[in-house]
């Protein structure tokens, strides 16, 4: 059956009328849009179904077809017209951006200069720039702003301040950094810049001046307000030897005159109510005046010390230039202070008060020569006074001392001393005794008291000696030994008389021989042995034998010999009546046991004579009972 | 600048009195180096110190005038009374005759000085209570009766030193407070040193050229 039917289909397919048929039948015109299209567009002007309307069908559409082109063509027209214009404008833009084009290029070709015109001016302005700080550089080191030229200049009320200082180093520093300029080729603006500088500088150092020397000038108070300031001010002046001297001679004229007021003050008006009350109400009281004075002095130069050392802080100043400031301060008092000693000195007799006086002003001279420099006018003075002090109470010893000379009272009676031998031992005893309270150096001490006792010892055992020449040679043994005695006591409390001692020793020592020999020679005269030992002595030149001769036969000696056992069984009953006046114990018994002594000797030698053969005494035995042993053991 | 030890208000003068041996030199070096000195010589005459102390705000610089305590000196010392603010009276507390001389030195002391004086009494080395003369009651009692102030110190371990001379200072700076103290009297024994700016100096006068080489 399939093959039936494909032979159908193919032999139906070659007959075209048969194919065009089966194309027709085939057509689903549901399905072709087009010819739908078509067909509604035909049934538009298709209204009636005619045999006009289907001859003219074919004209109708090709009519229509035409109208449609020709509608088409004008619309495309239109849309030509637009294109040109649009391609009018795109050729004119075109135009237009060849010629900005062309523009640009002309501009670049020109700016390319101007580039390198900025670029250069660029580059040169950095180096403006750069010249431009190292100006400023220069200007901040070697220029003062105008403000530290104010504070250089000081506000019109003339005060100073802190910050001035700062300023003034800065302008120096300029000054000197200068210099540096002057050795580089800047040499022009190193000198302008240099006495510009100095010109501030000057005026600065002028300014400084006057004020310092303003501000010491009122230091006259009491104690001086010595500000921090001030302090500064005398450092900077240092540059200006002669500012700063001058400003310390107007601040030493100020405390010079504070300091003669303050003890001008002391002196007569005391303190508040009177307490303390003024110095001079003692002027009475010579040691309290003068040592008040001398204590305000002490107190004032140590104070006036203090102050120089506090404005003087900061500066270095030299320690001549300081002593010498020191020294001109309290100088002022010099005057008043010396007027008023020297009055208490010349109205003063007392030698004992004079000496202490003197040393009273040796101490402070020494006190104040701690603080003060050894030539300042207040230490001189003080040594002058000093000095006349020493001369008006030698003077005053040495008056005393003439007077002794003058009027020499005879020994009295118990040979003991006369009352003005005491009573310049009692004068020498208060004059010592007033350098032993003293407050005066060893070594001055020594030599005053060598002084002093020349002064006086010397008069003195003139006065005895002449007192003493009047008397029979053992009354002046005896007057002389006392009265050394009494000396030699009152020296020998005190240190430094060792030499005089020895040397009045010696004196006693002779008068102690002179007394022994008399005292010895009293006794054998009064036993009646003085013939025999006479003989006994020159029994060498006498040709007899002793028994011989007149006075020294057996008998007279042997009565001699019997009295002088007697005086050995007491032989104070003996004793010289001068030697019992003698004061002193120890002189007492050396003279006792030394004119023993001589006794002794002198009866050892008679013993020998007579025991002798040779001068013939017969019995000796019952003439000299006695050996010299035993005589000395007797007497000792 | 303005710090440092040189700015001070007041000057306070100050004496030390007293039998000698009381350690009257140690309480001063005590004050002014804080350290003890073991072996003081004696003084001779007057010795001098300073320090400056802080009372209730202000600067007050002491000066003080330490006196011998030798017999033979007193003639000398007695001259340094004039013019003290404040004395300062010490007495040994192991050395009963030391504490016995006080009324000497207490008479001097009224008669020599002002009478706004303060008086300070102090009994000094009371490290050595062992060996202790005059006790505390005793000395306090004294006081008292005398309107003195009083402390016992040691120069030696540096106790109530500071206080002596402070409350001191502190007492004359009360007097002064309370006006009883006339600092423009001379001889006070107080020196003020103006803290205000006085009336400045005009610098307009022309300036004085003489003498005057710049
Ligand atoms: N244990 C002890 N010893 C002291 C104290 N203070 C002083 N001394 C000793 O006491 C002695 C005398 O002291 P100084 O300060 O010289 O006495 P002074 O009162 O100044 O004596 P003068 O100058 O002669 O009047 C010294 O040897 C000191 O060492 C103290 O607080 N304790
Ligand atoms: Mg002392």
């Given at each position: 059956?399939?093959?039936?039917?494909?032979?159908?289909?193919?032999?139906?397919?070659?007959?075209?009328?048969?194919?065009?048929?089966?194309?027709?039948?085939?057509?689903?015109?549901?399905?072709?849009?087009?010819?739908?299209?078509?067909?509604?567009?035909?049934?538009?002007?298709?209204?009636?179904?005619?045999?006009?309307?289907?001859?003219?069908?074919?004209?109708?559409?090709?009519?229509?077809?035409?109208?449609?082109?020709?509608?088409?063509?004008?619309?495309?027209?239109?849309?030509?017209?637009?294109?040109?214009?649009?391609?009018?404008?795109?050729?004119?833009?075109?135009?237009?951006?060849?010629?900005?084009?062309?523009?640009?290029?002309?501009?670049?070709?020109?700016?390319?200069?101007?580039?390198?015109?900025?670029?250069?001016?660029?580059?040169?302005?950095?180096?403006?720039?750069?010249?431009?700080?190292?100006?400023?550089?220069f200007l901040e080191k070697f220029q003062l702003k105008s403000d530290e030229i104010k504070t250089l200049r000081g506000p019109r009320d003339g005060k100073l301040h802190e910050d001035f200082f700062k300023v003034l180093a800065r302008v120096k520093q300029i000054h000197s950094d200068c210099k540096v300029l002057l050795r580089t080729n800047q040499q022009t603006a190193g000198l302008e810049i240099m006495e510009a500088m100095a010109l501030q500088m000057e005026s600065a150092y002028e300014r400084l001046y006057r004020w310092t020397q303003n501000e010491c000038?009122?230091?006259?108070?009491?104690?001086?307000?010595?500000?921090?300031?001030?302090?500064?001010?005398?450092?900077?002046?240092?540059?200006?030897?002669?500012?700063?001297?001058?400003?310390?001679?107007?601040?030493?004229?100020?405390?010079?005159?504070?300091?003669?007021?303050?003890?001008?003050?002391?002196?007569?008006?005391?303190?508040?109510?009177?307490?303390?009350?003024?110095?001079?109400?003692?002027?009475?009281?010579?040691?309290?005046?003068?040592?008040?004075?001398?204590?305000?002095?002490?107190?004032?130069t140590a104070s006036e010390k203090e102050y120089l050392q506090t404005l003087l802080r900061l500066c270095e100043a030299s320690n001549a230039s300081f002593e010498e400031l020191l020294g001109h301060i309290t100088e002022g008092i010099c005057r008043p202070f010396k007027v008023r000693v020297e009055q208490v000195l010349v109205s003063e007799q007392e030698a004992v008060t004079l000496y202490k006086l003197d040393n009273l002003l040796k101490f402070y001279h020494h006190t104040i020569g701690q603080i003060v420099s050894s030539d300042s006018a207040i230490l001189?003075?003080?040594?002058?006074?000093?000095?006349?002090?020493?001369?008006?109470?030698?003077?005053?010893?040495?008056?005393?001392?003439?007077?002794?000379?003058?009027?020499?009272?005879?020994?009295?009676?118990?040979?003991?001393?006369?009352?003005?031998l005491t009573q310049t031992l009692q004068l020498l005893r208060d004059v010592l005794a007033c350098h032993d309270a003293s407050v005066v150096p060893v070594d001055d001490k020594k030599q005053d008291y060598k002084q002093i006792l020349s002064c006086v010892i010397d008069p003195l055992l003139q006065m005895c000696s002449m007192s003493a020449s009047r008397l029979n040679t053992v009354d002046m043994a005896a007057y002389m030994i006392n009265c050394i005695y009494l000396i030699q006591s009152t020296l020998a409390l005190y240190q430094f008389t060792d030499t005089?001692?020895?040397?009045?020793?010696?004196?006693?020592?002779?008068?102690?021989?002179?007394?022994?020999?008399?005292?010895?020679?009293?006794?054998?005269?009064?036993?009646?042995?003085?013939?025999?030992?006479?003989?006994?002595?020159?029994?060498?030149?006498?040709?007899?034998?002793?028994?011989?001769?007149?006075?020294?036969?057996?008998?007279?000696?042997?009565?001699?010999?019997?009295?002088?056992?007697?005086?050995?069984?007491?032989?104070?009953?003996?004793?010289?009546?001068?030697?019992?006046?003698?004061?002193?114990?120890?002189?007492?018994?050396?003279?006792?046991?030394?004119?023993?002594?001589?006794?002794?000797?002198?009866?050892?030698?008679?013993?020998?004579?007579?025991?002798?053969?040779?001068?013939?005494?017969?019995?000796?035995?019952?003439?000299?009972?006695?050996?010299?042993?035993?005589?000395?053991?007797?007497?000792? | 600048?303005?710090?440092?030890?040189?700015?001070?208000?007041?000057?306070?003068?100050?004496?030390?009195?007293?039998?000698?041996?009381?350690?009257?030199?140690?309480?001063?070096?005590?004050?002014?180096?804080?350290?003890?000195?073991?072996?003081?010589?004696?003084?001779?005459?007057?010795?001098?110190?300073?320090?400056?102390?802080?009372?209730?705000?202000?600067?007050?610089?002491?000066?003080?005038?330490?006196?011998?305590?030798?017999?033979?000196?007193?003639?000398?010392?007695?001259?340094?009374?004039?013019?003290?603010?404040?004395?300062?009276?010490?007495?040994?507390?192991?050395?009963?005759?030391?504490?016995?001389?006080?009324?000497?030195?207490?008479?001097?002391?009224?008669?020599?000085?002002?009478?706004?004086?303060?008086?300070?009494?102090?009994?000094?080395?009371?490290?050595?209570?062992?060996?202790?003369?005059?006790?505390?009651?005793?000395?306090?009692?004294?006081?008292?009766?005398?309107?003195?102030?009083?402390?016992?110190?040691?120069?030696?371990?540096?106790?109530?030193?500071?206080?002596?001379?402070?409350?001191?200072?502190?007492?004359?700076?009360?007097?002064?407070?309370?006006?009883?103290?006339?600092?423009?009297?001379?001889?006070?024994?107080?020196?003020?040193?103006?803290?205000?700016?006085?009336?400045?100096?005009?610098?307009?006068?022309?300036?004085?050229?003489?003498?005057?080489?710049?």
């Amino acid at each position: 059956m399939a093959d039936k039917e494909q032979g159908d289909v193919s032999s139906q397919q070659n007959n075209p009328l048969s194919r065009k048929l089966n194309k027709i039948l085939e057509t689903r015109l549901d399905n072709d849009k087009d010819m739908l299209e078509a067909l509604k567009a035909l049934s538009g002007f298709f209204s009636a179904n005619n045999l006009r309307s289907r001859r003219n069908l074919r004209s109708d559409i090709e009519k229509k077809s035409l109208a449609i082109n020709e509608e088409f063509l004008s619309a495309f027209q239109a849309v030509k017209e637009q294109l040109d214009s649009v391609y009018g404008d795109v050729q004119a833009m075109n135009d237009c951006c060849s010629d900005m084009t062309n523009r640009l290029k002309a501009a670049k070709a020109q700016t390319h200069h101007l580039m390198s015109q900025t670029t250069k001016l660029h580059a040169e302005s950095q180096t403006l720039q750069m010249k431009e700080q190292v100006a400023n550089a220069f200007l901040e080191k070697f220029q003062l702003k105008s403000d530290e030229i104010k504070t250089l200049r000081g506000p019109r009320d003339g005060k100073l301040h802190e910050d001035f200082f700062k300023v003034l180093a800065r302008v120096k520093q300029i000054h000197s950094d200068c210099k540096v300029l002057l050795r580089t080729n800047q040499q022009t603006a190193g000198l302008e810049i240099m006495e510009a500088m100095a010109l501030q500088m000057e005026s600065a150092y002028e300014r400084l001046y006057r004020w310092t020397q303003n501000e010491c000038r009122i230091l006259t108070s009491d104690s001086p307000d010595i500000s921090p300031v001030l302090c500064q001010a005398l450092e900077a002046s240092q540059d200006r030897p002669v500012l700063f001297k001058y400003s310390l001679d107007e601040y030493g004229t100020a405390r010079r005159s504070a300091v003669v007021r303050g003890f001008i003050d002391a002196l007569t008006r005391g303190g508040p109510g009177g307490t303390p009350r003024p110095i001079e109400l003692h002027s009475h009281d010579p040691l309290r005046y003068s040592g008040d004075m001398l204590a305000w002095v002490h107190q004032a130069t140590a104070s006036e010390k203090e102050y120089l050392q506090t404005l003087l802080r900061l500066c270095e100043a030299s320690n001549a230039s300081f002593e010498e400031l020191l020294g001109h301060i309290t100088e002022g008092i010099c005057r008043p202070f010396k007027v008023r000693v020297e009055q208490v000195l010349v109205s003063e007799q007392e030698a004992v008060t004079l000496y202490k006086l003197d040393n009273l002003l040796k101490f402070y001279h020494h006190t104040i020569g701690q603080i003060v420099s050894s030539d300042s006018a207040i230490l001189t003075t003080i040594a002058e006074v000093q000095d006349l002090s020493h001369r008006m109470f030698f003077n005053s010893l040495s008056c005393h001392a003439n007077r002794l000379l003058d009027k020499v009272d005879l020994p009295p009676a118990d040979l003991g001393p006369t009352s003005s031998l005491t009573q310049t031992l009692q004068l020498l005893r208060d004059v010592l005794a007033c350098h032993d309270a003293s407050v005066v150096p060893v070594d001055d001490k020594k030599q005053d008291y060598k002084q002093i006792l020349s002064c006086v010892i010397d008069p003195l055992l003139q006065m005895c000696s002449m007192s003493a020449s009047r008397l029979n040679t053992v009354d002046m043994a005896a007057y002389m030994i006392n009265c050394i005695y009494l000396i030699q006591s009152t020296l020998a409390l005190y240190q430094f008389t060792d030499t005089r001692l020895e040397m009045l020793q010696a004196q006693t020592d002779a008068h102690v021989d002179t007394l022994t020999s008399e005292q010895a020679a009293y006794v054998l005269n009064r036993v009646g042995l003085t013939l025999l030992y006479n003989g006994v002595q020159q029994q060498a030149e006498l040709q007899a034998p002793l028994s011989h001769l007149q006075g020294m036969d057996s008998i007279t000696v042997k009565s001699a010999m019997n009295k002088f056992d007697s005086y050995l069984a007491s032989p104070d009953s003996l004793t010289l009546p001068q030697c019992s006046l003698l004061l002193g114990t120890l002189v007492r018994e050396t003279l006792k046991r030394r004119s023993v002594e001589l006794i002794c000797q002198a009866y050892q030698q008679m013993y020998a004579a007579i025991t002798n053969p040779k001068h013939e005494y017969k019995d000796t035995q019952a003439i000299v009972p006695r050996t010299p042993e035993q005589v000395s053991k007797l007497l000792a | 600048m303005a710090a440092g030890p040189y700015n001070y208000s007041y000057i306070f003068k100050y004496i030390i009195i007293g039998d000698m041996g009381v350690g009257k030199s140690c309480l001063l070096h005590q004050f002014t180096e804080k350290k003890f000195m073991a072996d003081c010589p004696h003084t001779i005459g007057v010795e001098f110190g300073t320090r400056i102390i802080e009372v209730t705000g202000q600067k007050i610089k002491l000066q003080i005038w330490d006196t011998a305590g030798q017999e033979r000196f007193r003639a000398v010392t007695r001259s340094y009374y004039r013019g003290a603010a404040g004395a300062l009276m010490v007495y040994d507390i192991t050395r009963r005759s030391t504490y016995n001389h006080l009324s000497s030195w207490l008479t001097d002391a009224r008669n020599l000085t002002n009478p706004n004086t303060v008086i300070f009494l102090i009994g000094n080395k009371c490290d050595l209570d062992a060996q202790r003369d005059v006790t505390y009651e005793e000395a306090k009692q004294f006081a008292e009766e005398n309107g003195l102030m009083f402390l016992e110190c040691s120069a030696k371990t540096g106790e109530n030193v500071e206080d002596a001379f402070l409350d001191t200072a502190k007492k004359i700076y009360q007097n002064i407070q309370d006006g009883s103290l006339d600092l423009n009297a001379a001889e006070s024994g107080v020196q003020h040193k103006p803290a205000t700016p006085r009336s400045p100096i005009s610098n307009d006068q022309p300036p004085s050229k003489e003498g005057c080489a710049c």
